[in-house]
């Protein structure tokens, strides 16, 4: 069969090197992809969000599956447009999408199935939000409703800093049309863990868990980053506590979006506190993450195309899904300046002695080709992914293809794993 992945970080060329190994895949294409996805795969030069262009060329190249990586094509409808032609897309439809597209849609849908998360009000009034903020007192959170890259949501320990962040998101309006609305919510303590699970409408598998590394800078300082490495699995997450994450949060959010008549389909991404009181959802995401799926899709041995098609036929309850009994680190690595203003073009050395070493995975996200050389084009540049027969292995080994890696202005952080790894 004939395979799309719409996207081009290093999310989707995890996806394309996982989809590349299926027996069942024949030719894999990328669209718009990167400098790693085209060794690989086709690089398609259509945008990820250029739904119409995308329908029209997976028609008529008879492309029997699409994976798509990214939020904005779904929340764009590309699941719902792919399937009016009657082509294979895996994801949810755009009504589903809302999951991660609006903030308020999930919390509402949070709270009238009783999943459990943030206590929270949802606000448009600067002035009513503020005297909130003032009866309920600091630590606080603060989120703008829509998409906004991961920078919407401002933690404010102190009142001072919540009024100001009303200012930012609802008068200011920093994040454009994605503020009008406000979300403020209780401040949650614990370990953040990320679980992945692939629905059906209606069945849940759940993956193996990870977790992210928000922060530029080690010690989690810094601001936060769409995410500057991963690994999996995490210890914090017990198996007591994943059974609770499956029973509470999982399966009643499936059902409750099947309930409101908008059935999930794909992969869902549940962020979450593991809270003195429980496991609680930060946030949910209508896709894989990225770097999680760095680290997770690498110790997965199911054939992601079985579990793609047991997706779209509703049968995700007749399969179960497969581990490669290894962990896995993943290390960002990003350009100098990241997240705030960068410069690009820069060569990049040492990829292939990096990604020979033993069971050692390079996933090129912000890249170009110029000629014989990789170039920089983004601000994380790619991700090294190590597996290990446990994570301080994959760690050790991690780090020594990240060293092998050179580029003007290279940073990441030295501590992916720290949490799991302290002792
Ligand atoms: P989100 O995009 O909603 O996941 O928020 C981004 C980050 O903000 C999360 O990864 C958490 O570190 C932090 N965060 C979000 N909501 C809360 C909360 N209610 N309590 C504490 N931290 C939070
Ligand atoms: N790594 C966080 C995300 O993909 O949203």
Known sequence: MKVLVVGAGGREHALVWKLAQSPRVKKVYCAPGNAGTAELAENVPIGATDVATLTEWAAAHDIDLTVVGPEAPLTAGLVDAFRARGLS???????????????????????????????????????????????????????????????????????????????????????????????????????????????????????????????????????????????????????????????????????????????????????????????????????????????????????????AEATLAGRLDRISLAWRPAAALAVVLASGGYPGHYETGFPIQGLKEAAAQPDTLVFYAGTRREGNQVVTAGGRVLAVTALGSDLKAARERAYQAVEMIRFSGRRFRRDIGWRALRS
């Open 89 to 307: 897309a895996y994801g949810p439809t755009r009504k589903a999408a809302a999951i991660e597209g609006s903030k308020v849609f999930s919390k509402n849908l949070m709270h009238k199935y009783g999943i459990p998360t943030a206590e929270y009000r949802v606000f448009t009034d600067a002035e009513e939000a503020r005297r909130y903020v003032r009866a309920k007192g600091a630590p606080l959170v603060l989120k703008a409703e829509g998409l906004a890259a991961g920078k919407g949501v401002i933690v404010a320990p102190t009142e001072e800093e919540a009024l100001d962040a009303i200012h930012t998101i609802l008068e200011e309006q920093a994040f454009g049309a994605a503020g009008e609305r406000l979300i403020i919510e209780e401040y949650l303590e614990g370990e953040e863990v990320t679980v992945l699970a692939f629905a059906d409408g209606e069945h849940v598998l759940m993956l193996a868990p990870s977790q992210d590394h928000k922060r530029a800078f080690d010690g989690d300082r810094g601001p936060n980053t769409g995410g500057m490495g991963a690994y999996s699995p995490v210890p914090a997450l017990t198996p007591d506590t994943a059974c609770r994450v499956e029973a509470e949060i999982l399966r009643p959010t499936v059902a409750a979006l099947a309930a409101e008549g908008s059935p999930y389909r794909g992969v869902l991404y549940a962020g979450l506190m593991l809270t003195a009181a429980g496991p609680k959802v930060l946030e949910f995401n209508a896709r894989f993450g990225d770097p999680e799926a760095q680290a997770v899709l690498p110790r997965l041995a199911t054939d992601l195309v079985e579990v």
